[in-house]
């Protein structure tokens, strides 16, 4: 690989970094082209960035950017997941390493704080921000709704009662 090329992985690196809110770190040992491909996908599909990157060139990129504490974690077979839904992230490789033991999770790092394995694993397990906000819309809604109900049940009672009459009188 030329000088040039380098320079441009690296200014593409770096401005993946600068502009996620969360990266997570693992080691692909083992996976073919077929599950790499799936796993991109799927990362992709949540709005994250999965790249497989020489560890110096990440470290290189990382310099003077919030995540510059991951230097440490770039060894060996190194992917790199840049997202700005950590989250969304974060549930897609539990996931994907839970079905494919290729995949291990090394680091993640959010909001300039180290992600260990029990932190990963205990975020992994929280509701996504549309299940959020589902929820949210659900408690709003709610009240309302039982209001239309209690509202309207007069007149429905009331046009079951003329209803019955009517068959009565047929």
Partial sequence: MDKQSKKNIVSDLKDSFENSSGVIVTHYSGLNNLELNEL????KEV???????????????SKTTDFESLNDFFTGPT???????????IKIV?????????????????DKKI????????LAKLPSLEELRAKIIGYITAPHQQLISVLNAPATETLGVIQNYSKKKN
């Fill in 40 to 43: 991109r996908i799927q990362v």
């Fill in 47 to 61: 709005g994250s960035r999965f790249c497989v990157t020489k560890n110096s060139l990440a470290k290189l990129a």
């Fill in 79 to 89: 992917a790199l997941i840049f997202s700005k839904d950590p989250l969304a992230s």
């Fill in 94 to 110: 539990k996931k994907f390493s839970d079905k494919n033991e290729k995949l291990k999770f090394v680091t993640a790092s959010l």
């Fill in 115 to 122: 992600i260990e394995l029990q932190e990963f694993e205990a």
